[in-house]
């Protein structure tokens, strides 16, 4: 079966090549993280949305006009030979995005044609705005648990931070010893930390912007735990730490640092009420009285049983809502 989408982009062609090969572009209409080897016989490794991971290998690419790539979702059981082809053509108005994919199994031509016209649409919105916006595919996954709850905080930080610019850094935040930037560095140092947990050694970028320097060492951790998986423990200095309240820190790291970004840059965070829920119960098992007390955390903030659930996850960390 084969499936065809176009979309025409005001923007130029470079652009629009941009926006379907490099991570930072994708992030903004079409994964919640990439990686992409932007030449003939590299792979590619787009995490769509918190429960569906697509892998492939590129096997044309013409900068600027072409790209040919084979394409499956990360499933051992599954090999595909799908073939997804995404041409680019300056015309009036714009550029002229045609994408043909081929060899797809008749039984899951009507999901993929579902997929493909929501993110065509999103790459139109993408185009025309700079950003396409919180994805809703990503805000409520059907099945929650560390893993796919840290990939939709992680969309959902990532959203706040492309809203952040390099003159926001200086800004105070909720954190009364952190700037933006030293929010950051902070981040950072926590993700190092988790990705050390999980057994794989973090490498910051050397370059980008605040959302591309958080989303790459983000990627980073959040995948080298969705290969670890949750079984067992990890060596945390002295001690054994179940693997599920290790990985469980990803999410409650980026949603709250989320939240406190936005305050600083006066952004609100578009999260799910399931998935703010979810993490406020990961925080409550993770963040203990005696943690509490021996971490030096601030006490929780009052807050009423009926606030929304990402309040009540901010008071219980000991922000002031």
């Known amino acids: 079966m084969t499936i065809e989408k176009t979309a025409l982009l005001p923007v130029s062609a470079d652009e629009a090549f941009a926006l379907i090969t490099q ?3 994708l992030r903004r209409w079409l994964t919640v993280s990439a990686r992409v080897d932007l030449r003939a016989g590299g792979e590619f490794r787009w995490i769509l949305t918190p429960m569906a991971v697509m892998v ?3 096997t044309e690419v013409d900068p600027g006009r072409r790209i040919v790539f084979s394409f499956g979702a990360d499933l051992p059981a599954e090999p595909r030979t799908d073939t997804v082809t995404i041409t680019i053509e300056p015309t009036d108005g714009g550029t002229l995005v045609r994408l043909v994919h081929e060899g797809l199994p008749e039984d899951q031509g009507k999901d993929f044609l579902e997929g493909w016209t929501h993110f065509f649409e999103r790459l ?8 396409a916006g919180p994805d809703e595919w990503a805000a409520a996954p059907a099945r929650l648990d560390p893993l796919t709850s840290a990939n939709a905080t992680l969309a959902v930080l990532q959203h706040v931070l492309r809203g952040i610019g390099e003159h926001d850094l200086s800004n105070s935040t909720p954190c009364p010893e952190f700037t933006v930037g030293q929010l950051e560095a902070h981040l950072l140092g926590s993700l190092t930390s988790l990705t050390s947990l999980a057994g794989s050694t973090l490498i910051p970028a050397s370059a980008g912007d605040l959302e591309s320097r958080i989303a790459d060492a983000a990627q980073q951790a959040v995948e080298t735990w969705m290969e670890r998986g949750l079984e067992g423990t990890v060596k945390a200095g002295p001690q054994d730490l179940p693997a599920t ?4 820190i990803l999410s409650v790291e980026f949603l709250v640092h989320a939240w406190d970004f936005a305050s600083a840059t006066e952004q609100k965070v578009a999260v799910s009420d399931e998935v703010a829920t979810y993490v406020l119960g990961l925080a409550e098992k993770i963040v203990t009285p ?5 971490a ?3 006490p929780s903030t009052p807050i009423n049983d009926t606030a929304p659930a990402l309040d009540r996850l901010v008071a219980f960390s000991g922000r002031v809502v």
Do not use: Y
């Open 56 to 58: 492939g290998t590129v």
């Open 23 to 25: 991570p930072d572009r």
């Open 245 to 248: 309240i290790a990985a469980s």
């Open 290 to 294: 005696e943690l509490r007390k021996s």
């Open 296 to 298: 030096g955390f601030n």
């Open 124 to 131: 139109e919105r993408a185009a025309a705005a700079g950003d």
